[in-house]
């Protein structure tokens, strides 16, 4: 997967995790090479396995982040029981957008 480096125009590079922690379990984050030509979207979730896939076409910071976050955004509905709120495509979706939003423009102390 290639990244872009980090520059003054945009100061927020982001790195894919490989996994992370939710609730009590561990979830796996997998690359998988060309997700959507198995007919699937850019990012899949998938509760009970605790992975997210993520289609290692992406060659855009911006759309990786998206479709990290709303992932991230369907797991965290279901790590809470509420599969109401993370089968609403609309919400996930906006609020992937909002968070992606806020990292894209956060400033930072400068290292000394
Ligand atoms: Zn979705």
Do not use: W
Not at 3 to 30: A, D, W
Not at 51 to 71: A, C, P, Q, S, V
Not at 74 to 96: C, M, Y
């Amino acid at each position: 997967m290639a990244l872009k480096k980090q520059t003054k125009n945009s100061p927020s590079l982001f790195k894919l995790p490989t996994s992370f922690e939710m609730g009590c379990r561990t979830y796996k984050v997998n690359v998988i090479g060309d997700l959507t030509k198995r007919g699937e979207a850019v990012g899949m979730h998938h509760f009970h396995a605790a992975e997210i896939d993520i289609d290692g076409k992406i060659d855009n910071d911006e759309l990786l982040m998206l479709t990290f976050y709303h992932e991230i955004f369907h797991a965290l509905f279901e790590s809470q029981g509420r599969e109401d709120l993370s089968s609403n495509e609309a919400l996930v979706d906006t609020s992937a957008t909002l968070l992606c939003q806020m990292m894209k423009t956060a400033k930072y102390h400068e290292k000394s």
